[in-house]
């Protein structure tokens, strides 16, 4: 056999793969992640109730006391698609968070589902991803966190997870948004 009949067909096997897994990674890739919360259905009172315990915690942090606030993700996914739209939503399952994007490319709607840690740095929200997937493709983090990283550094999402002065603690616990007001935070 020679050469280029040998070369003639590896690049017909390759081609064969790649025909089959583009469409099989874009299949998957624009499932629905499981857990994805759906919109929910009284979204203006679940938007209305975000904005009351904001209001709430500034009012106790003027008064000097310290309080604490449980968000659902329900009202926090209410709240963000009255203010940007509906590309992200928030789940939290027991003290993880799980975030929801919604990409558009072309004609393709593409989920990325990332799960991680929150926590609190330099007066802004932090997110330390655990497990990654783009639809229901699982994604190795070593892969993506420097992209991550990037998007979370970015001057325009440092401003966006930037707290207000009356909060001062931030943590996920028994499946909600725990907001903390302390008058030493002033």
Request: charged share 20%; no cysteine.
């Amino acid at each position: 056999m020679s050469f280029l009949g040998t070369f003639n067909k590896l690049f017909r096997l390759i081609f064969l793969l790649v025909f089959l897994a583009v469409p099989t990674a874009i299949y998957f890739a624009v499932q629905d992640p499981p857990g994805m919360p759906s919109a929910p259905g009284d979204a203006d009172q679940q938007a209305e109730n975000f904005e009351q315990k904001i209001i709430f915690l500034e009012r106790q942090w003027e008064q000097k006391e310290t309080t604490e606030v449980g968000i659902s993700a329900a009202e926090i996914n209410a709240a963000y698609a009255r203010e940007r739209g509906d590309t992200m939503r928030v789940a939290f399952i027991g003290n993880q968070t799980e975030l929801f994007l919604v990409q558009r490319i072309a004609m393709l709607t593409i989920y990325i589902q990332a799960i991680g840690k929150t926590g609190v740095s330099q007066r802004r929200i932090t997110f330390t991803p655990t497990d990654l997937k783009i639809g229901k493709i699982p994604v190795p983090l070593t892969m993506a966190n420097s992209l991550i990283q990037e998007k979370l550094h970015d001057p325009a999402m440092q401003e966006q997870l930037r707290l207000p002065a009356f909060i001062s603690t931030v943590k996920i616990k028994d499946s909600q948004l725990v907001l903390g007001t302390s008058p030493k935070g002033r």
